[in-house]
């Protein structure tokens, strides 16, 4: 068997540890052995995210999807991204580098909702307004309640 292939094997293995079995120890055993098989794996290096998270490392759990994002692009990033950006939102209280990381969720995928949800719930938060170019210039609010409305010009209600 090729590294690389079992270093996919191990990370489904210690997916399965971690998700169905519950236990964080051997899972992460696993992981880590993954990546030293393959150090890029992508499952392995998510899954460690997961187990660090899941146990109160939060930094650690940081840098891992630090690395998943850097090897991946696309809607897959996308995802990475927001992972990333309820870490940094949830758990580290950082949530100017949460609103940076929806934004670059939603440069790879504009389809990502739950980067889509977040940003609207921001901007609804911070009474963020937009401005709506067009000839008028009126800024534009996002407002999260009145998806598939359309935005609302200032003093439209």
């Known amino acids: 068997m090729r590294p ?10 210690g997916t399965i ?3 169905q079995l519950g236990d964080r120890g051997q899972a992460i055993t696993l992981f880590k052995r993954a990546l030293e098989e393959h150090p890029t794996q992508i ?9 660090f998270a899941a146990a109160g490392q939060m ?11 850097e090897l991946l692009r696309g809607p897959a990033r996308a ?3 927001v992972a990333r950006a309820r870490l940094a939102e949830d758990s580290l209280k950082d949530v100017a580098l949460a609103a940076e990381l929806y ?4 440069t790879d995928d504009p389809n990502n909702l739950a980067a889509l949800e977040a940003v609207a719930g921001q901007a609804e938060a911070d ?5 709506a170019g067009g000839s008028a ?11 598939g409305q359309g935005p609302h010009r200032d003093g439209d209600g």
């Open 137 to 147: 210039g009126a800024p534009v609010r996002v407002d999260a309640r009145s998806r």
């Open 79 to 81: 995802i990475a991204l």
């Open 4 to 13: 690389d292939e079992r270093a996919t094997l191990l990370a489904e293995m």
């Open 59 to 69: 930094a650690r759990a940081a840098d891992a999807w630090d690395q998943v994002i």
């Open 43 to 51: 499952d392995a290096l998510e899954g460690t995210a997961r187990v």
């Open 103 to 106: 934004r670059r969720a939603l």
């Open 17 to 19: 540890w971690l998700e």
């Open 127 to 131: 009474e963020n307004w937009i401005p």
